[in-house]
């Protein structure tokens, strides 16, 4: 076995938005440590924030308007962290993916 001091994962990220079509995008999380986290309380929004924003490092198959892909800057980071909806489709994939990683351990 192999100690991974920063492990990261790939996990998809369904956005769930009342009388709106499911939309689903990658998302590539760092996993925090127990020490990073045990203070925070995910029941606020802004420890939800600051917990998605030191676990979430990169994305796929989000588009603009036009149809461009977009990669992960600041103004689309303050998006996704900043309404609700993204933020739910965001911790349920990082929890589904840490809990995958489990099991294929």
Do not use: C
Not at 39 to 52: C, E, G, H, I, T
Not at 55 to 80: C, H, K, M, S, Y
């Amino acid at each position: 076995m192999k100690i991974d001091n920063d492990p990261k994962f790939w996990s998809d990220a369904t956005v769930l938005l009342a009388d709106e079509p499911e939309q689903t995008f990658k998302a590539r999380f760092r996993v925090l440590p127990s020490g990073k986290t045990e203070a925070l309380d995910m029941n606020k929004s802004k420890d939800v924030r600051q917990f998605l924003g030191e676990a979430l490092v990169d994305v796929a198959d989000i588009e603009d308007e036009d149809g461009n892909p977009l990669a992960l800057q600041e103004t689309l980071r303050d998006t996704l962290l900043g309404y609700p909806h993204y933020r739910a489709a965001l911790l349920r994939a990082y929890a589904e993916g840490v809990t995958a990683a489990r099991r294929g351990n």
